[in-house]
């Protein structure tokens, strides 16, 4: 499976971006699909993920209530809508695929990756 992510930008606090991720090799609803982020100096960190089958979505409690993971199975693509955006989430975001329906939060077990976008939020 082969992702692309994509739409990333700046923005300044309380702003909003949605970032898109397109899936290629494998239909949605055979991959879960999260996204993860990372800033310098710090370790790669889960943000939302939403289950191949049922759609059901999980997120990190720094991004609850702000952030949204949704998918669209004719393009493919799995989103992530941020909102009330602020300095602390600046970080490249990556999107990832697995084959189970509950991976866990650890990157390190995420089968596939796609290559980040770089999100900066400005005070």
């Known amino acids: 499976v082969q992702l692309q992510a994509s739409g990333g930008g700046l923005v300044q606090a309380g702003g909003s971006l949605r970032l898109s991720c397109v899936v290629s090799?494998?239909?949605?609803?055979?991959?879960?699909i999260g996204w993860f982020r990372q800033s310098p100096g710090k370790e790669r960190e889960f943000v939302a993920r939403?289950?191949?089958?049922?759609?059901?979505?999980s997120y990190a409690n720094s991004v609850k209530d702000r952030f949204t993971i949704s998918r669209d199975f004719a393009l493919n693509t799995v989103y992530l809508q941020m909102n009330n955006l602020n300095p602390e989430d600046t970080a490249v975001y990556f999107c990832?695929?697995?084959?189970?329906?509950?991976?866990?939060?650890?990157?390190?077990?995420?089968?596939?990756w796609g290559q980040g976008t770089q999100v900066t939020v400005s005070s």
């Open positions: 990832a695929a697995d084959r189970v329906s509950f991976p866990t939060t650890d990157p390190t077990t995420w089968d596939s």
């Open positions: 090799g494998r239909t949605l609803n055979t991959q879960t």
């Open positions: 939403i289950s191949k089958v049922q759609g059901l979505t």
